[in-house]
């Protein structure tokens, strides 16, 4: 007996109609739209650990094609800014893998935000909604605080 692959229901191929499947999915086949929020963004963990792991995942192609990182913190850095900081972040470890950073920092966004005003929350709520409007479906939502 074969093993189904990935893409196919009850042994039968992929058919036309979900080409747009494969556009959503990473190289390993990872297809659910997702958007992970990072409280504290800018901060120490989220320079040390958090964006640098991301960044691997990306390469190694465990994170869907329909991805956002939205950093969220107190500096007001917009989306650019955001992506220097991840930038200078990655600098050693994206020797080699230039056009696989650009890639990856594409899929990075920013909000400025206060986490004890309950405003900042209806700006990040508003942020989701545009990212999802732009992936074209609802995403997983994951939210590290």
Known sequence: MREVQSGELEGKPRSESSQQDLVLQG???????????IFGGTGDLSG????????????????????RVVGMARRDLGDEGYRAFA????????VGRETELEQFLSHLVYES?????????????EKLITIENEMGQCANKLFYL
């Open 87 to 94: 930038r200078n972040v990655l600098a050693e470890r994206s």
């Open 27 to 37: 190289k390993r086949g990872i297809g659910a739209p997702t958007i992970l929020v």
């Open 113 to 125: 935000g206060n986490f004890t005003e309950g405003e900042s929350y209806r700006t990040l709520s």
């Open 48 to 67: 040390r650990k958090l964006i640098p792991a991301l960044f691997h995942l990306f390469c190694e192609g465990y994170i869907p094609a329909a991805f």
